[in-house]
């Protein structure tokens, strides 16, 4: 409950001498509501921001406005932490040279916005604040205006132990002030713009698309919004706006960009958003490199812009390779790859290694390798294989992990000495081999492929990256940029993806992605083999691209198709009928057939960027108003029910 006192101040000092009625209600801080205590923002002009103030400033005046970090009474004086998004400044109001401020200083509480004008002074340097910019001076207040109350929000922009994340976005605009956050959405902000000016310097237009679109072929659900004037009718949000880029192309604006919200109606996992951002660009007769060109050149700025100096140009690895080498299509290049110990070994060798372990000769046998991390028990030892992602997806159904260096040794001691050198193993790597298992009557382990195989082993080698990243310390930052940071261009993807849900071939990026020249023959010859597992459709090559981060995928893109006759080729052989293509892209496909000049691009994800960059461990920690892995916004309470009637105007019933 409130305990209310009301008490008269005359505002002896104040300019305009008013007489305060003030309501004081302890403990609840609303004692201000209601009364005409707030005072008027009137023609005063900020002179500084919260941060900017030196010692070289003492003596002149100044005006700050912001929010009250914190407020200390110590009698006499009373201090006020006041904050904006540039920093904070001492603020400190003396009762005996002004009686009228400190009296409305004492009603201040966290997070009021209020108005000082007084003299910049230095601090004595034993009191120098040297955490903060600002730290050594302060303003002695002449006039203190309070330009409007707080509510005690449930917690504080100051406070050092976080809330849980449901109560952050919910109340988002406090969460939104604390500092952490303001130096995200500011590092969003240089990053983009720094994007913006360096493709706007390489002749790139910022083009806009629309949002209220059709179906575009990313793959993913769609966010359909219904039309009122077309009963039954729906736009679907973009998941990318890939079509219209293409259509600029044709349209002849030579280079387009976008920085673009796109839009998946996906399962959300921890790093996925329902809208996200994507940099988006397109360019006619580009080679492959000259797109890596442009994106690396924005990254560079973009990486500048926070700070970050990185090198370019980046390593190319093929696809065959990073799955040969790393398991995976986004490798990190942070901690050593595996390799394959038959290539150190007789053929005899291999057999002999191959039939003591129990493993297939005719697949790799995979040497797994993490620095630093062998210094582990033997009870330690014999879990590896266990957890993770790895245990997941079945690993040990199909892989033979021989983690005891030990026993590899007094088996076969030779064997042992040779990988050893190959592998150039130091003394305190944690190290296994990896064959894939054996065991003929598993029908599934028949079955198995060099590449499903290594894609087992490279999450193995993954979850021993995670699980022994304080060891090897790889994942930390050095401030060595080069280290820190290492990129990687992956291409040469296939062409398509068998889906075996749905027995057929997928396009692995988008259907317009265009494939080796090379390869057209082996497209032309196995056109009608959508339902066929085996087809060689899986060997055919595109001119696909993605760019790679420490093992996060930045970005795909691809050279597209841009003749009619091969864009049809490629839906047949994914087993599109012409008028199921017709009625997906008809007006894409018209739009091919006049005149489309060879082009090509990608996307990226401007949040996992900036993400990176602000050394945060959520995209919601860079994205202002995120949704929740619900695809929930907490803040207005997004999604809801809406009315019948909207309903009704809509032509749409509910079935429940
Ligand atoms: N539109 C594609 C995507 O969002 C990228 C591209 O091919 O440019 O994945």
């Known amino acids: 409950m409130c305990l209310g006192v009301l008490l008269r101040i005359r505002g002896a000092a104040s300019a305009s001498g008013t007489v305060y009625n003030l309501r004081f209600s302890f403990p609840c801080n609303l004692l201000l509501k209601g009364e005409a205590l707030l005072d008027f923002l009137g023609d005063l002009k900020r002179s500084h921001m919260c941060g900017a103030l030196r010692s070289s400033d003492a003596g002149q005046n100044a005006v700050l406005m912001g929010w009250v970090n914190r407020r200390r009474d110590l009698g006499s004086l009373i201090f006020i932490d006041l904050r904006d998004r540039t920093g904070v400044t001492q603020v400190v109001v003396n009762r005996e040279l002004n009686p009228a401020a400190h009296a409305k200083a004492g009603l201040l509480r966290n997070e009021y916005v209020i108005a000082v004008i007084g003299k910049v002074k230095q601090r004595d340097p034993a009191t120098f604040n040297k955490n903060i910019p600002t730290g050594e001076v302060e303003l002695a207040v002449d006039e203190l205006r309070i330009l409007n109350e707080a509510k005690l929000p449930p917690f504080l922009p100051g406070d050092t132990v976080l809330p849980n994340e449901e109560m952050r976005l919910k109340y988002r605009y406090i969460d939104l002030r604390r500092e952490a956050m303001q130096f995200n959405i500011e590092m969003r902000h240089k990053v983009s713009k720094a994007i913006r000016d360096y493709l706007s310097a390489q002749g790139f237009f910022e083009i806009e698309t629309p949002f209220m679109t059709r179906s575009t072929p990313e793959g993913a659900r769609d966010y359909l919004v219904p039309s009122r004037v077309q009963p039954g009718s729906f736009y679907a949000l973009p998941q990318s706006p890939q079509m219209f880029k293409q259509i600029l192309m044709i349209s002849g604006f030579d280079k387009y960009y976008q920085i673009v919200r796109c839009f998946r109606d996906e399962d959300l996992r921890a790093d996925r958003q329902p809208e996200f951002t994507q940099i988006d660009l397109e360019m006619t007769y580009p080679q492959p490199e000259q797109v890596y060109a442009v994106v690396e050149g924005f990254l560079k700025a973009a990486f500048q812009a926070a700070g970050q100096a990185i090198q370019t140009s980046f390593p190319r690895m093929s696809y065959d390779q990073a ?84 026993r590899l040794a007094k088996d076969l001691p030779a064997l042992s000495e040779k990988i050893a050198q190959f592998a150039q193993l130091a003394p305190d790597d944690l190290w296994l081999l990896a064959g894939a298992l054996n065991k003929p009557e598993i029908p599934a382990v028949m079955e198995q492929s060099a590449q499903h195989f290594c894609e087992k082993c490279g999450f193995l080698r993954l979850d021993l990256a995670q699980k022994y990243a304080e060891k090897h310390g790889a994942f930390k930052k050095t401030g060595d940029v080069a280290q820190d940071y290492r990129f990687l261009w992956v291409t040469d993807f296939p062409m398509f993806e068998w889906d075996n849900d749905e027995k057929r071939w997928n396009p692995a990026h988008h259907p317009f992605t265009s494939l080796h020249e090379e390869d057209m023959a082996k497209l032309e010859a196995n056109i009608d083999s959508a339902h066929d597992p085996k087809s060689p459709l899986g060997e055919i090559r595109a001119l696909a691209y993605d760019v790679v981060l420490n093992g996060t995928e930045l970005g795909s893109g691809s050279i597209r198709i841009h003749r009619q006759d091969i864009q049809s080729k490629i839906f047949q052989a994914l087993g599109m009928s012409h008028d199921e293509a017709r009625a997906r892209f008809g007006f894409f496909l018209e739009a091919l057939e006049y005149g489309t000049p060879p082009h090509g691009g990608i996307a990226l994800g401007l949040d996992r960027i900036v993400m990176i960059l602000a050394g945060a461990e959520s995209l919601r920690e860079v994205i202002p108003f995120p949704k929740t892995a619900r695809a929930v916004d907490l803040m207005v309470d997004a999604p809801t029910p809406v009315s019948e009637a909207q309903l009704r105007e809509l032509g749409i019933k509910l079935k429940t």
């Open 323 to 406: 799955i040969r080498r790393y398991g995976n299509d986004k490798p990190d290049l942070r901690l050593p790859a595996m390799v394959d110990v038959r290539e150190a070994l007789t053929g005899e060798e291999v057999e002999e290694l191959a039939a003591k372990l129990r493993m297939r000769k005719e697949l790799p046998i995979l040497l797994i390798r993490i620095p630093k991390a062998g210094n582990i028990s033997g009870t330690e030892r014999r879990t590896i294989g266990t957890y993770g992602a790895y245990q997941h997806v079945g690993g040990p159904n199909f892989v033979q992990p021989i983690s005891d260096p030990k």
